[in-house]
């Protein structure tokens, strides 16, 4: 596997950002983790909110302080991406969790994702958490697997009102 490490959003990472954007836009599949949906258009702009929004600064109604990373390799390619929630609300204590996260499709299968969750969790320590909720839905059998690869102990599912089940596991820090 390459080298890879966590960097926070960056102007010098707009190309390769970018390329992974439209790549996921492309795929069709729903943007995960959820800062990943936002415009890039403006993109210095897009890399302030998400500074912002990691001090808890102009966050809409009901939303928490979240860090983001980019997952890169060596040559600096976005990989995936991660949004670290630094506290908990009802919702996300039942279907969001602290860590969500998502590796670009062309990477996946890889391993990418179990590093980027280890990666995640020391990042999350760092920030006061010591105990973190990740979650995925249950027919996500490469998130669960990812998820346990990285101690996740199993908590009560949550039912969503669609039916949708979402696992839910603990990793102590």
């Keep these: ?6 960097v926070e959003p960056s102007i010098e990472l707009e190309e390769s950002y970018l ?3 439209k790549e996921w836009k492309e ?7 959820w ?11 897009m890399v302030d909110n998400l500074h912002k929004e990691a001090k808890g600064i102009d966050l809409p109604e009901g939303f928490v302080p979240g860090s983001t990373y980019w997952l890169v390799d ?3 390619k976005v990989i995936g991406a991660v949004n670290i929630r630094h506290t908990l609300t009802e919702p996300l204590r039942n279907a969001g ?5 998502g590796i670009r499709p062309s990477e ?7 590093e980027l969750l280890r990666l995640s969790l020391l990042k999350s320590k760092e920030l006061g958490i010591t105990n973190a909720l990740v979650v995925c839905d249950e027919i996500n059998t490469g998130s669960m697997k990812t998820i346990l690869n990285n101690g996740g102990q199993e908590d009560e ?5 669609d039916g949708n089940v979402v696992k839910r596991y603990w990793i102590e820090l």
């Design 97 to 101: 969790g602290h860590i969500g996260y």
């Design 74 to 76: 060596q040559e600096n």
């Design 157 to 161: 599912d949550f039912i969503e009102e």
């Design 1 to 6: 596997m390459r080298a890879l490490k966590l």
């Design 19 to 21: 390329c992974f954007y």
């Design 35 to 45: 800062v990943i949906g936002k415009d890039p258009t403006d993109f210095p702009s």
């Design 27 to 33: 795929s069709g599949e729903p943007m995960i983790p």
């Design 108 to 114: 996946r299968r890889k391993g990418y994702a179990t």
